[in-house]
């Protein structure tokens, strides 16, 4: 089997019997948890306040205490937290972090973010400097732009 076959042979990310605890001596938060991702699907999860949403998240990210079960995941993870943030430079450079830039991947990932329109305002368009007066929604496809990974975890992208 290559690579290929590989990746998509399983789930994009899987938990069986699954129980996690914030830490080693308290009882698990998330029990019997049993979840197949497929790749290239796009699943919600929802629940009631302090169900556990974000600690699901945290126990495919490998952050918290695992006490049973089997935890995979293939290829790379981009995780956007509850609390997007950004630094206090270019749009560019906020969504580069740090990467070559290459002007095609550039453009895909500003098109499928749908900030093409917000660049058009900018008085500097992409170079202009943005800091904390970015909020919500823009601050999420900012954020998503950023990780333009192979596979996404977002997390609550709301208003
Ligand atoms: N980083 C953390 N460290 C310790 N305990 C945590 C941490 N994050 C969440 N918890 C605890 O885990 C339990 C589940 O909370 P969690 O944040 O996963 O719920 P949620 O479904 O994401 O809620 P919300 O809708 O408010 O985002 C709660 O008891 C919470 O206090
Ligand atoms: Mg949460």
């Known amino acids: 089997m290559n690579q290929f076959d590989k990746f998509f042979a399983g789930g994009a990310i899987s938990i069986e019997k699954g129980f996690f605890a914030w830490s080693q001596d308290e009882p698990p938060i998330l029990k019997d948890i049993n979840i197949e991702i497929k790749p290239g699907k796009l699943v919600a999860v929802v629940g009631q306040v302090g169900a556990g949403k974000s600690s699901l998240i945290s126990a495919i990210l490998g952050e918290m205490e695992k006490l049973g079960g089997k935890v995979n995941s293939?290829?790379?993870?981009?995780?956007?937290?509850?609390?997007?943030?950004?630094?206090?430079?270019?749009?560019?450079?906020?969504?580069?972090?740090?990467?070559?830039?290459?002007?095609?991947?550039?453009?895909?990932?500003?098109?499928?973010?749908?900030?093409?329109?917000?660049?058009?305002?900018?008085?500097?368009?992409?170079?202009?400097?943005?800091?904390?007066?970015?909020?919500?929604?823009?601050?999420?496809?900012?954020?998503?732009?950023?990780?333009?990974q192979k596979m996404h975890v977002i997390h609550r992208v709301s208003t």
């Open 74 to 148: 293939n290829g790379k993870i981009a995780y956007i937290p509850q609390q997007a943030w950004i630094q206090n430079c270019s749009l560019r450079n906020n969504i580069m972090f740090g990467k070559a830039y290459n002007e095609s991947v550039y453009n895909k990932v500003i098109n499928a973010c749908a900030l093409k329109p917000d660049l058009a305002m900018l008085p500097g368009g992409d170079s202009t400097e943005i800091g904390e007066k970015v909020m919500g929604i823009r601050l999420c496809l900012i954020v998503f732009a950023r990780s333009n």
